[in-house]
């Protein structure tokens, strides 16, 4: 039966209340707009937002993919319905409706000149009427300001009055800083990785001199060439020995790695951002990385990827850069480019892992799995070319469910001596992050490390290596049990901690009492305040500073972590 709202031309309901028969009526003000349907947030798309393929041949080769497939265009649009409870979620960054010019944020500083001029800049320059539009201050004072006794927003601040003197129309500072410490804002903040921007322009234009990549990435495209052509190996052999170009840094040379049991947090690609690696420093964790960069955009010198190896002073040394990447080329060229720009790295790590289909399909993350010669070609390259900054990887079990390659990998980037650590996540590709994590047969591959490092060190004259490459479990570890129960297997050094952290950021803390640490409220409550001020620190006291830090993407998970005194009580469980 249609169910429809039965009106006449004037608005009003017909007399008797019904129009037609089998038609029930419906007051107006019940009637809903039917709205679209926005496609939900899901983990993998947010790791693949800023690498989607944005040129037309791609996407037309996807188009004949599924027409191949025999999908047609319904089943296309219903697999792009928003599904999950964050349909409604806009992701888009809202910005000041008038903006002022950045050379104006400072009313004394007049050596900022901005490059397009008042008329044709985007930006207002009418000081004025932007401070009557800005909307009305947050209440205290200013975190930045607090913290350096300075705030480079300047007049966009949100805390604007806390540190501005409106009589004479300047900012007030807390000494006398000289012009170098205002432009050098990060040393300020004590953020170290900061890339020129006269290097990064070398970059844009590609008259940056790779030194050594270029000298060494010959040598690794004949290695390519005699893979092709397996018959001709004794003739290539020989002139691949001729090619053979020694690295500046043999692996024994490198920085010294030490990870027993150390307390690692893992690379969470969208959420593992500076502020929340440094508020997990100050909760316990030895070791941090980078989200995911990937190496072409770190060479065309990309912004937004060069921001990625960006730390805090406390996350160095322990502070590990993560790329992917699936040329060796790009890899030389990649930690040429890291080792020059930002040194302060303890380890440059590669994505071997990564199951998101963008990266998979280009033959990055966990499709180098499925190629062991380029992956240890890779590795090669990113070893002769980082200078002192020690190699690892982070490998999965394998790309299919049921068979498990990473133990035929892991002998063999052992044997090869390429990485000073090796990391595997205890689930498939296909897996993603669903199912439990296989714990035995990461407790296998321990084995078969410890097993090649004891050959490797009895046998030290056939190696330049003077320490065992470590090897760190990843997987399901959400409590002090889990942790101590893995790093207590013989073979596995420590754990990495992932998902753990994001639901408890105080894991850390309870591995080191060995007990379980029920926080409350307050607390909890505390650990977002500390997180808020490294948020608002790193990215800016102005409105677009702010809205990045309410984002506060790694502290979606918080939630699934309940008190431990009503886990078991009764008054919990039916509530």
Not at 102 to 119: A, H, I, Q, T, Y
Not at 211 to 225: F, N, T
Not at 297 to 318: D, T
Not at 447 to 475: A, C, Q, Y
Request: aromatic letters at 8%.
């Amino acid at each position: 039966m249609s169910l429809e709202v039965s009106q006449d031309m004037s608005g009003e309901v017909s007399e008797g209340g019904i129009k037609d028969k089998g038609i029930a009526l419906i007051k107006p003000e019940f009637i809903l707009e039917k709205q679209e349907n926005i496609i939900s947030y899901d983990d993998d798309e947010a790791e693949s937002a800023k690498m989607k393929p944005s040129n037309k041949g791609d996407n037309d080769s996807n188009r004949n993919d599924s027409n191949r497939n025999g999908s047609n265009s319904n089943e296309s649009k219903r697999s792009k319905r928003g599904r999950g409870q964050n349909k409604n979620r806009d992701l888009k960054q809202e910005h000041e409706e008038i903006r002022l010019c950045s050379s104006l944020v400072d009313p004394e500083d007049n050596s900022k000149v901005c490059r397009f001029g008042p008329e044709k800049c985007r930006n207002e320059h009418d000081v004025t009427k932007y401070l009557l539009n800005k909307p009305s201050d947050i209440p205290g004072i200013c975190p930045v300001f607090q913290v350096i006794g300075y705030c480079p927003a300047g007049l966009k601040c949100r805390w604007l009055n806390s540190h501005y003197d409106k009589e004479h129309n300047r900012l007030i500072k807390g000494k006398d800083f000289t012009k170098e410490e205002l432009d050098d804002t990060m040393k300020l903040k004590e953020e170290i990785n900061w890339i020129n921007p006269r290097d990064k322009m070398l970059l844009q234009k590609k008259k940056f001199n790779f030194e050594i990549s270029e000298k060494y990435i010959p040598y690794l495209d004949s290695l390519v060439q005699s893979e092709a052509t397996p018959s001709k190996k004794e003739l290539e052999d020989q002139e691949n020995e001729a090619q053979y170009i020694e690295a500046p840094f043999k692996i024994g040379e490198k920085k010294k790695l030490y990870l027993k049991k150390a307390k690692i947090l893992s690379p969470l690609t969208t959420v593992g951002n500076l502020p929340f690696r440094r508020l997990m420093k100050t909760l316990g964790a030895d070791v941090t990385y980078s989200e995911m960069a990937l190496a072409l955009p770190l060479l065309q010198g990309n912004n937004s990827e060069w921001a990625l190896p960006k730390a805090h002073k406390s996350e160095y040394p322990g502070f590990g850069v993560q790329i992917a990447t699936s040329k060796h080329w790009q890899a030389a060229k990649a930690c040429e480019a890291i080792s020059k720009f930002t040194p302060n790295v303890s380890e440059i790590n590669l994505n071997c892992g990564c199951p998101i289909d963008l990266l998979y399909r280009q033959g990055q993350g966990s499709a180098l799995m499925e190629q062991p010669p380029r992956l240890l070609r890779i590795l090669e390259a990113m070893n002769a070319c980082s200078n002192d900054i020690p190699i690892t990887v982070k490998l999965r079990t394998g790309t299919k469910q049921g068979h498990l390659v990473a133990d035929n990998i892991v002998k063999r980037v052992v044997d090869a001596n390429v990485a000073s650590a090796i990391t595997l996540h205890g689930r498939t590709r296909q897996q993603r992050y669903t199912k439990e994590a296989d714990w035995d047969y990461i407790a296998k591959i321990g084995s078969i490390v410890k097993e090649t490092n004891e050959e490797m060190l009895d046998n030290k004259d056939l190696t330049d290596r003077s320490e065992p490459v470590w090897f760190i479990g990843n997987g399901d570890c959400f409590n002090y049990e889990d942790w101590y129960k893995a790093v207590e297997t013989p073979g596995i050094d420590s754990v990495m901690v992932a998902r753990g952290a994001l639901i408890k950021p105080w894991i850390f803390e309870e591995i080191e009492a060995q007990q379980y640490l029920d926080k409350s409220a307050s607390e909890r409550l505390s650990i977002l305040e500390k997180y808020a001020k490294f948020a608002v620190e790193h990215w800016g006291s102005d409105e677009f500073g702010i809205n990045n830090a309410r984002q506060a993407e790694s502290l979606s998970k918080d939630y699934e972590e309940q008190p431990r005194r009503y886990q078991h009580s009764n008054a919990f469980q039916q509530k």
